[in-house]
Nanobody
Framework: QVQLVESGGGLVQPGGSLRLSCAAS????????MGWYRQAPGKERELVAT???????NDAESVKGRFTISRDNAKNTMYLQMNSLIPEDTAVYYC???????????????WGQGTQVTVSS
């Protein structure tokens, strides 16, 4: 069984910052890539940023220059540093892990439970 634990969400004023974390544990033994997605009410889930095991990153145009994705391979943990937050960033943020586990040794996409980020005055 694979567990993804997300934390760091909350309420912040425009211009503020938050740092999200996602820790993978359990039967997973290899992580190829990790990413953050978000979903606002009434909208489809969309990509925020991804990072490979080599450290290569890809950010959505809407967050470039404001968000920074990173990972600690030794800890199986991914982070999203969010600066200069705007109301449009309000959404549930989901951790995604592309990895291999005892149950799925050929690879699988795992999802966290989501953490709410609200940017409001």
């Amino acid at each position: 069984q694979v567990q993804l634990v997300e934390s760091g969400g909350g309420l912040v004023q425009p211009g503020g910052s938050l740092r999200l974390s996602c820790a993978a544990s359990g039967s997973i033994f290899s992580i190829n890539a990790m990413g953050w997605y978000r979903q606002a009410p009434g909208k489809e889930r969309e990509l925020v940023a991804t990072i490979t095991s080599r450290g290569s990153t890809n950010d959505a145009e809407s967050v470039k220059g404001r968000f920074t994705i990173s990972r600690d391979n030794a800890k199986n943990t991914m982070y999203l540093q969010m600066n200069s937050l705007i109301p449009e960033d309000t959404a549930v943020y989901y951790c995604n892990v592309q990895g291999r586990s005892l149950e799925r040794p050929h690879g699988y996409n795992y999802w966290g439970q989501g953490t709410q980020v609200t940017v409001s005055s």
